[in-house]
């Protein structure tokens, strides 16, 4: 079963906008913190924003101001709504969903979706 499904990835000019889901199985959604990483080409995988259960909210400097991070409880999914969008953006998108046990973590990664930014 696709425990985590990313979508909405593209190709945009800078300055646009994208906005990418995960779609989140629901044995996870309730509990699990969710994330969203990327890794552009030539870089390590970095974490982008996540969001806990409660809501809470955390972003990496480089998209503070200029991305959001949501979840729809109804429809299980998260999103992130990207703008001003540049071309250092460019990276593939995953996935994140993480669970912290008292001494051990559960986590599981989507396929992630390929987000461009042409300059």
């Known amino acids: 079963q696709v425990l985590l499904a990313e979508s909405g990835g593209g190709l945009v000019q800078a300055g646009g906008s994208l906005r990418v889901s995960c779609a989140v199985h629901?044995?996870?959604?309730?509990?699990?913190?969710i994330g969203w990483y990327r890794q552009g080409p030539g870089t390590s995988r970095e974490v982008v924003a996540t969001?806990?259960?409660?809501?809470?909210?955390n972003y990496a400097d480089s998209v503070k101001g200029r991305f959001i991070i949501s979840r729809d409880n109804a429809k299980n999914t998260v999103y992130v709504q990207m703008n001003s969008l540049k071309p250092e953006d460019t990276a593939l998108y995953y996935c994140?969903?993480?669970?912290?046990?008292?001494?051990?973590?559960?986590?599981?990664w989507g396929q992630g979706t390929q987000v461009t930014v042409s300059s």
């Open positions: 629901e044995s996870l959604f309730r509990h699990y913190e």
């Open positions: 994140h969903a993480e669970f912290f046990f008292s001494t051990s973590k559960s986590e599981y």
């Open positions: 969001v806990t259960s409660g809501g809470m909210t």
